[in-house]
């Protein structure tokens, strides 16, 4: 941990806040991992496309930087202003995922209505959502904590919230976002202390509908299905599939070597983006992956090991602002890789940190920055409690023995 100013200063100012070492480097590292798995994975691709072979590196790079400065302001920014106005950025929110559907603002690529055009560049606003609903909810929570413990009503609100959000990404189509955004949500009411009970309740209702945007297009059910045998049609259904785990097969225990990949030449799709983890695999081998997945072990574990401090401390908008942001990292990370190991169905979800993608990139930082602001704040008023209890008791003057004063 560090902090700001030495101890002669805190004893004159008060306690100051620290910032999470371990969460810090943890996510410094994969975002150095990330810069070099995208020069190795895109040089090919941008090539091919006569762009420079360092097209999608600087790109990278460039959203990165502007990642790095949103971060920045975020960990400058009381969470108390977030926590103010929540409401009015869900709100704004809900406007860029409506946004995509308006002629002339949103654009369509392979068929999915996802990203702004902002003439300079595009965005998709799906990921500036997924920070303004854990602030949100994080809101709510502190507002309506009873009525979340003990009654099934505080229960409805954030769940009926999340799935207007879910509506209009299913409409975009966005399948992967939709389920993160579920998972999410309920995995933060449930730490805020909600009954399970009430959750299964007003979710068994949910699952026919889940059940049916899943199965409702022909090629949802196809990735359903091609994940489960993906050599049956490997040119066509299975090939994102078949060639990524070529990919991790080929990099056996430690790789064939940063830069030597193969499957990254065309064959496998999305080298740079979706399937970034597959090249890395093959480059680096196991090794890799258990670095990639220890990194994230780290920055989520601390992340929700900060949130229960800070849940403990009274902090609670602090405290489910990293218990939010935890797990929205945590289950893309963990779809990403699943995805990638073909343990789960084909989705178009980045790997937080280390995949390209600008609106991505730039929303994660800011989630990052965020998230370390919430460990300053929960260690700040931890230092506070402590000092409170090292502080000594006033001195009570005592009588002398000849009847003076000591």
């Not at 409409?171 to 959750?199: E, I, K």
């Not at 070529?246 to 983006?273: C, M, N």
């Amino acid at each position: 941990m560090f902090g700001f100013g030495n101890k002669q200063a805190q004893r004159r100012q008060g306690p100051r806040g620290s910032f999470d070492i371990p969460l810090l480097l943890a996510a410094l590292s994969l975002a150095a991992m990330g810069v070099v798995m995208v020069t190795s994975s895109s040089i090919a691709v941008a090539d091919g496309s006569h762009v420079g072979a360092f097209y999608f590196l600087k790109k990278h790079i460039g959203f990165l930087v502007g990642g790095c400065i949103l971060a920045g302001v975020a960990m400058r920014t009381e969470l108390k202003v977030i926590e103010k106005h929540s409401t009015l950025l869900l709100l704004l929110g809900v406007c860029g995922l409506l946004l995509v559907f308006v002629p002339g603002f949103g654009m369509r690529i392979n068929g999915a209505r996802r990203w702004i055009n902002l003439f300079i560049t595009s965005f998709q606003p799906v990921e500036a959502m997924k920070l303004i609903l854990v602030a949100y909810l994080s809101s709510y929570l502190v507002r309506h904590r009873e009525a979340v413990e003990y009654d099934l009503f505080g229960v409805v609100k954030p769940i009926g919230v999340a799935g207007f959000i879910v509506l209009l990404l299913l409409a975009q189509p966005d399948f992967g976002s939709a389920a993160l955004v579920v998972a999410t949500t309920v995995g933060m009411v449930w730490l805020a202390g909600a009954r399970m009970r009430n959750l299964l309740v007003l979710g068994t209702p949910l699952v026919p509908l889940l059940i049916y945007a899943a199965t409702a297009e022909d090629y949802r059910i196809k990735r359903l299905t091609s994940f489960l045998d993906p050599w049956k049609d490997p040119f066509n259904d299975g090939f994102q599939l078949t060639q990524a785990l070529i990919a991790v097969g080929r990099g056996e225990w430690t790789g064939v070597g940063l830069g030597s990949s193969v499957q990254k030449l065309f064959y496998l799709p999305e080298a740079h983006t979706d399937f970034i983890l597959a090249v890395l695999a093959e480059e680096l081998g196991l090794a890799g992956i258990v670095v990639v997945i220890g990194l994230y072990i780290v920055l989520v574990g601390r992340g929700l090991y900060i949130g229960l401090k800070g849940v403990e401390l009274g902090q609670r908008f602090s405290g489910y602002v990293a218990y939010g942001i935890s797990l929205m990292l945590g289950f893309q990370a963990m779809v990403s890789i699943g995805v990638n190991l073909g343990v789960l169905p084909t989705k178009g979800l980045t790997l937080p940190l280390i995949s390209s993608g600008g609106s991505s990139v730039l929303m994660t930082c800011a989630m990052v920055g965020v998230l370390l602001r919430a460990t300053f704040e929960i260690n700040r008023a931890e230092d506070a409690r402590q000092s409170a209890v090292r502080q000594p008791a006033a001195a009570v003057p005592t009588s002398s023995p000849i009847g003076g004063v000591a």
